[in-house]
């Protein structure tokens, strides 16, 4: 099977061969703990910034990828994230140790995600995909010492090998009746012009979907995600929730449009359909948490229904700005639930307490973590001038476009959830910035510069396309363009 | 100087000393004096520009995103030139108050900060010629209002205030973007010189669902009944200063919004489809508005309900769709600001020397506060529409407006609520400062920062309600904007 795991140049050599130094150096140099996490943090922040490097000119020419426009737009969010958690994440490794593995870790993850975007074929993208997996189960359960991260890991460990299951039986099945793993070349067609959906393709693509919806924390398979991301290391859930759930996503349609010829309209209202849904039980779950990062966790559910309906509303409605509307979500979201989640982090370690109630006052003693707390809050509720907006426009755009029932619909919905997750961004802002400084006894713990850097840089990215996203929509509608040609070039 | 270079220097003061503030967080007087000084400098380059401009059109224009086909710039007309040089006017006042009534030690300099950046954001508001620049500013006016009524706000509970403040008034905004959206995608443009000659290509029940989208979510913003809800509480217990900028100047963003998108845009037969229900629904919130003001006895809600009531008058002159009423409601931009200002401040004046929020807790403070209870009165008279003052002039033109209209029995109903408005207005005054006194033996007359600022406004009513030709002929222009000039 010439092929099979893509046509990976210096790229992926970069990442692999970084995530063995960043777990030998750091494991070498376990006695000297500082030593440790300084050399996997530069180990593996070096090893990203050589991937992306590589994806772009002058550098591009040196590895011929199996990247497309869709993955060289989705690569670097991934290892830009990357980069992000690695230096953020060196406050956690100074207390607990364990650096190798988790730099070692860390690195095999963002691997993952850069491979399914190269992968040519069905089984390519499986194997990456569960590489991603597997490193974000054991970095889930990180703490392994606490119980409740054991827990959580567990649940979602279960839930998610379930999941990679079906969807490789979805693999398996379509090999069986074609012969062929190469994706693109399977061309099943279901509805109208094709077969039913009981057919062998029906079931094929009911089981993908089932099982990547798994991953994608589609509804009702997100039941392991609160739990997942509350109870992970801060950097995890951000990376977690910036880049890692939304390959899913991306994983489900390329296999999808790969293994489809005409899979438009009825998967396309499926999407849309789980979308309305997604986005709902997301917000309505996100509204009646009190820990920071629980509610968090709910709301990166409640965005996965905004990408799922943009792209929902690209195949089924063949609309072109719904595909650019969920491309730009999955940018967007990256880099304002990345931003909230690691301000997050240093706030609840600051502070001592993940209780949103006890964190009144905060913003005026910690008032950088706590602007990039409010900027991302904003911007994940969709007000203008912050990054959400921006991508959440095309998503509500593309529905009134339509002249569809359906989409005016799913963008009325899509509208009414940025409402309402007013309803729990709002008292975290107002609370945040209270003028009694009540705040609970700070648990005083030094900072370096290393943890505030990155919070920073996401908090003045969510600004930056917020206002001026220009440089980036090039990237971007040719990842736009490319998803649509998948779908037969509507 | 050309006009384009003026322009810029009118809108960008206030932007400039917001990010100042952010610098300047030690030294609340400084920002304070720096706030004053770039409000001053807007307030008087617009207010030159806006006696110049008569007919003309000043517009720049910048692309934002260009594959997105959005801009942004800025367009000045008589409508806008109006419209912007009131609210930087009304800013430089309020912020002149400010320097009487709040402590800069207290407040801090973010404070200010967040009060330029309201003012300056209604500026651009005023000034957009793009539907996704609009929409940016609209929503931008809303997060410093929300921040200055939620962590300075003197009730119970401001942030439940705020809250709901927030989320209503984002509520109309959504249907304005959703209208937006439509228009967007109906038009292929969201430049706004461009729409509305695409737009009478469209059906008449599309155009009819657009506008009364747009109708919806600017009388949200305008507190109209049914959307008034978040108005008494955000303008009663937001501090005093703010309560100004939101009742006098903050609604006028609502009023331009339906003249420029309403009036501007959309082909009269649509407009004259929705005339009767516009002018009833003006109606009853003039009724509502004094209705209620006459039952509260907090003298901040009973100025904050008195918005309500005169957003009902604007209401109904925007709804007769004549020339007359149309050019009331646009003179009543301004007089409305005066008269509103005025009368918040009188209420500041009052609370400022004696802590009482209460009606029952004061009286007889006239012999104390004389200038005050001078003010007072001409504020009280200046809401009912009384002759030498200004608000006589746009008044009487939107009762005229709502005869020309020729729906006779709504316009009795508005006309009669004149007598109500003067009522609670004067009933007010008279029982802050007319009557037995109520203790208070301490309270001495304001600070003399703050009757400045009143004796602006004062003088401001008595001056344009004797000589209201240069404001009319002004007036007169921004109506021909629209299309109504006759």
């Known amino acids: 099977m010439k092929g099979m795991v893509g046509n990976t140049g210096a790229v992926m050599a970069a990442l692999a061969s970084g995530a063995v130094v960043a777990f030998a150096v750091s494991t070498l140099t376990r006695s000297k703990r500082a030593l440790s996490w300084v050399l996997g943090g530069l180990v593996s922040a070096g090893a990203f910034t050589v991937a992306i490097a590589l994806l772009f000119p002058p550098y591009r020419s040196w590895n011929y990828m199996g990247l497309d426009e869709l993955g060289l737009f989705l690569a670097p969010v991934g290892l830009a994230l990357g980069i992000a958690v690695a230096g953020y994440s060196t406050r956690y490794m100074r207390e607990s140790g364990g650096a190798g593995r988790y730099y070692g870790l860390l690195v095999l993850m963002v691997t993952g995600v850069v491979g399914i975007l190269a992968a040519r074929d069905t089984l390519g993208v499986y194997l990456y995909f569960e590489l991603m997996s597997v490193s974000s189960y054991c970095l889930v359960s990180f703490r392994k010492e606490d119980r409740a991260p054991v827990d959580a890991g567990l649940k979602y460990v279960v839930l998610n090998a379930t999941g990679s299951t079906l969807a490789l039986m979805g693999i398996a099945l379509s090999y069986l009746y074609t012969g062929s793993t190469a994706l693109g070349a399977v061309g099943w067609a279901i509805g109208p012009q094709g077969s039913g959906l009981l057919s062998p393709g029906g079931l094929a693509l009911a089981l993908t979907v089932a099982g990547l919806g798994v991953k994608s924390a589609m509804v009702p398979f997100h039941t392991w995600l609160p739990d997942a991301y509350s109870y992970a290391p801060a950097g995890v859930s951000a990376i977690m929730s910036g880049i890692v759930t939304e390959m899913g996503f991306i994983t489900m349609l390329k296999l999808i449009l790969g293994e489809f010829s005409h899979p438009s309209r009825p998967f396309g209202y499926l999407l849309m359909f789980m979308a309305v849904i997604t986005m709902t039980v997301g917000n309505l779950g996100a509204l009646s948490q009190k820990d920071i990062k629980r509610m968090l966790s709910y709301s990166s559910i409640a965005q996965m229904g905004y990408m799922m309906a943009g792209m929902g509303m690209g195949i089924g409605l063949g609309l072109l700005d719904g595909v650019r509307g969920s491309l730009f979500h999955v940018l967007t979201h990256a880099s304002m639930k990345a931003g909230a989640f690691l301000a997050a982090g240093l706030l609840i370690d600051a502070l001592g307490t993940r209780d949103i109630r006890k964190m009144q006052g905060a913003g005026h003693r910690y008032p950088v973590i706590s602007g990039v707390l409010v900027v991302s809050c904003l911007s994940l509720a969709g007000i203008p001038g912050f990054a959400g907006f921006m991508s959440k426009w095309w998503i509500y755009r593309a529905g009134l476009e339509s002249g569809t029932g359906t989409g005016a619909f799913v963008s009325i919905m899509a509208i009414l959830n940025s409402l309402c997750s007013l309803g729990y961004y709002l008292p975290l802002m107002f609370i945040l910035f209270k003028k009694e400084k009540r705040a609970e006894a700070p648990v005083e713990s030094s900072r370096t510069p290393w943890e505030i850097v990155p919070v920073v840089v996401l908090g003045f990215a969510v600004l930056f396309l917020g206002l001026y996203p220009v440089p980036v929509l090039k990237v971007l509608d040719a990842a736009a363009l490319r998803t649509m040609a998948l779908l037969g070039g509507m | ?486």
């Not at chain 2, 004549?322 to 409601?329: A, D, F, I, K, L």
């Open chain 2, 1 to 486: 100087m050309s006009r384009e270079t003026l322009l810029i220097g009118g809108v960008l003061p206030g932007f400039v000393a917001a990010l100042s503030a952010l610098f300047l967080k030690r030294a609340p007087k400084l920002t304070r004096t720096i706030t004053l000084g770039a409000l001053g400098l807007s307030a008087g380059v617009l207010g030159c520009l806006a006696f110049s401009t008569g007919a003309s059109v000043t517009k720049l224009s910048y692309p934002w995103i260009p594959s997105w086909g959005i801009s942004f710039g800025l367009k000045l007309d008589a409508l806008s030139a109006f419209v912007a040089a009131t609210v930087a006017f009304m800013g430089f006042v309020d912020l002149i108050y400010c320097f009487g009534y709040t402590k800069p030690e207290e407040v801090g300099s973010s404070f200010y900060g967040w009060i330029s950046l309201f003012v300056a954001s209604m500026i651009g508001v005023v000034m957009s010629t793009d539907l996704m620049q609009f929409y940016f500013l609209w929503e931008l006016m809303l997060i410093p209002s929300t921040a200055l009524i939620v962590y300075w706000g003197t009730g119970k509970n401001p942030e439940a205030t705020g809250f709901k403040y927030f989320i209503i008034t984002h509520v109309g905004a959504l249907m304005i973007l959703i209208s937006f959206l439509w228009i967007m995608n109906a038009t292929g443009t969201s430049d706004m010189d461009l729409i509305a000659g695409r737009l009478a290509a469209l059906s008449p029940g599309v155009l009819t669902t657009m506008a009364v989208l747009l109708l919806g979510g600017f009388a949200v913003k305008m507190a109209i009944v049914p959307f008034h809800i978040w108005l008494p509480d955000a303008h009663s217990e937001a501090p005093l200063p703010v309560s100004v900028l939101l009742s006098a100047v903050m609604m006028d963003m609502g009023i331009y919004g339906m003249l420029r998108f309403l009036l501007g845009v959309f082909p009269s037969g649509i407009l004259q489809s929705l005339s009767l229900p516009v002018m009833i629904f003006g109606v009853i919130s003039q009724w509502y508005g004094g209705l209620e003001a006459l039952g509260q006895t907090q003298m901040k809600r009973i100025a904050a309900y008195s918005t309500i009531s005169q957003m009902g008058y604007v209401l109904f002159g925007i709804g007769s769709f004549t020339r007359t009423g149309v050019s009331g409601s646009v003179l009543h931009i301004l007089n409305h600001g005066l008269a509103k200002a005025l009368l918040f401040m009188t209420v500041g004046s009052v609370i400022h020397a004696t802590g009482a929020h209460d009606l029952d807790e004061v009286g007889g403070l006239g012999r104390k506060m004389p200038l005050s209870a001078l003010f007072g009165i001409t504020a009280a008279f200046g809401l009912a529409g009384a002759p030498p003052l200004s608000s006589f002039h746009s008044e009487w033109r939107i009762f005229a407006g709502g005869f020309d209209s020729g729906r006779t029995t709504v316009s009795v109903m508005a006309v009669a609520c004149s007598v109500l408005t003067a009522y609670y207005a004067l009933r007010m005054i008279i029982r802050m400062f007319f009557g037995p006194g109520t203790g208070h033996e301490n309270a001495r007359e304001s600070p003399p920062a703050m009757l400045a600022a009143m004796a602006v406004l004062a003088l401001s009513s008595v001056l344009i309600g004797f000589v209201p030709r240069p404001l009319s002929v002004l007036v007169d222009y921004a109506v021909k904007t629209l299309g109504l000039g006759g």
